[in-house]
Structures are given as C-alpha cells and as structure tokens.
Nanobody, 122 residues
Framework: VQLVESGGGSVQAGGSLRLSCAAS????????MGWYRQAPGRQREMVAI???????MYSASVKGRFTASRDGANNTVYLQMNSLKTEDTAVYYC?????????????????WGQGTQVTVSS
C-alpha cells in the first residue's frame, strides 16, 4: 500500500491548511485511516482516526480545530486544519490499519510515507 501525503506549507498562527493523503488502489474502502504528526524532538502522535462510515476521533489538542474526512471514490483522506497554532508545527503523516486499537499508537506502524511539513509561525 502506498500512501502519499501533500498539502503542507507555512502559515501564520490562526491560518488554515488542508492536507491530503492519497492511497494506491482501493485499500481505502476497507481500512481505517489515521493522521499522525511528529514535531521536532517529540514522538509521533495520533491526530485523527478516520474509520469508514463511523465516528471520526481526534486528539484533544486538535479537537474543534481540525476536521478529517475521506473520499472513497478517490481513495483520498483529508485533514482540514483551522485556527492553526505554533504548536501544530510538525511533519504530518497518514497511515492505514484494520484494527481500531492499533490506530491510537503510532508505534504500531512499521512503515511510513514521506509526510508533509506544516510550519506555523507566530
């Protein structure tokens, strides 16, 4: 499975960005997608879990500001990020799994894409 993240960039605090994660093939239809991020000097952490047709879950730090969605027809998952803060600065990644508990911990994944850099300045 190949996952390609895009849409990162540099914005000022309070701004918005929309990230995309394109999956190869039709894997998106059966898998649980997740968004993760890794800030410099910190461990990779879960941002959002996007099941297929079920409630989307967010980390406490982004809830109310970020909105994840999935487009099965285009095998793409999105992360709309609003009201960005400097602490949102990180490389953002997506990944796919098939068990919900696995999705909560980024350490459960053995491989990652190249990610997309998000930089928020004050």
């Amino acid at each position: 499975v190949q996952l390609v993240e895009s849409g990162g960039g540099s914005v000022q605090a309070g701004g918005s960005l929309r990230l995309s994660c394109a999956a190869s093939g039709s894997i998106l239809r059966s898998g649980i997608m997740g968004w993760y991020r890794q800030a410099p000097g910190r461990q990779r952490e879960m941002v959002a879990i996007v099941p297929n047709g079920e409630t989307i879950m967010y980390s406490a730090s982004v809830k109310g500001r970020f909105t994840a969605s999935r487009d099965g027809a285009n095998n793409t998952v999105y992360l709309q990020m609003n009201s960005l803060k400097t602490e949102d600065t990180a490389v953002y990644y997506c990944n796919i799994g098939f068990s919900l508990p696995v999705m909560y911990n980024a350490r459960n994944f053995g491989s990652w894409g190249q990610g997309t850099q998000v930089t928020v300045s004050s």
